[in-house]
């Protein structure tokens, strides 16, 4: 008899489980805007929206565990392996509610530690940005201030612990889970040609055609349930509500009064400090 995890190194084992996973999310997406598209927003709870956006990033991870297996002498993504877990990215409102309810899920003590590395990051921030506060919506500020953020940032992540692995894994959003890998279309169209160092280092990624995956489908998807979760949230769909993943431990989601909040940080831009 075969030991259970024999079909971990099968490539048809693989490409059958991405496929079950992509058929399981593809029916559930389906019937899932068939009832937004007839009934409507109202008809579904946040823990709703946030299981199908859950649902969702699974097949991400199968998409990249699938490129893990077949390239694995190129690819040196490994547990524990922290190096891109570093300085402030920004992330949308619904992972921002993913990794919420993760951070709550942790033992108090954890929590706290977390807690006060995201207040020293809020520290800096406030000198950079006088009078940023909660929510943290980065939308209010011109693009070029937070889209792209200082390289020379080191600060690991709040998140990460002293083993360089992440305290919310399974709830970290959809950056963390697509990156080190390009982010290619199944038709050639880029959304991201950005590869971790590490990765790839005889090899031109970008030529391979076995690490593409069905992006557009996944980004449009995403763009539908954030539409679904604003909606709830605010009342109305937004196109983009984003903050920075080191500030989510300071959220409290269910105490925000996220529909003044929201207009008022977006009708109230900050003034970057000289």
């Not at 199968?62 to 690819?75: K, T």
Request: charged share 20%; hydrophobic share 40%; glycine share 6%.
């Amino acid at each position: 008899m075969s030991s259970p995890n024999a079909s971990l190194g099968n490539p048809g084992f693989l490409q059958d489980q991405i496929f079950l996973k992509r058929y399981n999310v593809i029916f559930r997406s389906v019937t899932f805007l068939f009832l937004l598209y007839h009934e409507g927003c109202s008809i579904f709870s946040m823990q709703d929206i946030i299981e199908q956006y859950r649902f969702l990033l699974e097949t991400v991870d199968a998409w990249f565990n699938q490129s893990q297996q077949r390239f694995s002498q190129e690819i040196h993504c490994r547990s524990g392996c922290s190096g891109c877990c570093r300085g402030f990215f920004d992330i949308t409102l619904l992972d921002a509610a993913l990794v919420s309810y993760g951070y709550q899920q942790l033992a108090a003590p954890q929590r706290k530690i977390i807690h006060a590395r995201a207040l020293s990051r809020l520290s800096e921030l406030q000198r950079r940005w006088p009078g940023f506060a909660s929510p943290f919506l980065l939308n209010g500020l011109p693009d070029a201030e937070w889209t792209v953020m200082p390289e020379e940032d080191e600060t690991p992540c709040p998140f990460l612990g002293a083993a360089g692995l992440c305290a919310i894994y399974l709830f970290r959003p959809m950056t963390c889970r697509l990156h080190g890998l390009p982010n290619i279309d199944f038709s050639g169209e880029s959304f991201s040609d950005q590869c971790c160092s590490l990765n790839f280092i005889e090899v031109d990624p970008l030529s391979l055609t076995e690490i593409r995956s069905d992006f557009r489908a996944t980004f449009t998807r995403e763009l539908d349930l954030f539409h679904a979760f604003t909606t709830q949230l605010i009342g109305r769909p937004m196109n983009e509500l984003d903050l920075l993943l080191p500030l989510v431990p300071l959220l409290d989601f269910d105490r925000t009064d996220w529909q003044n909040l929201v207009f008022y940080s977006l009708l109230q831009p900050l003034e970057p400090s000289e």
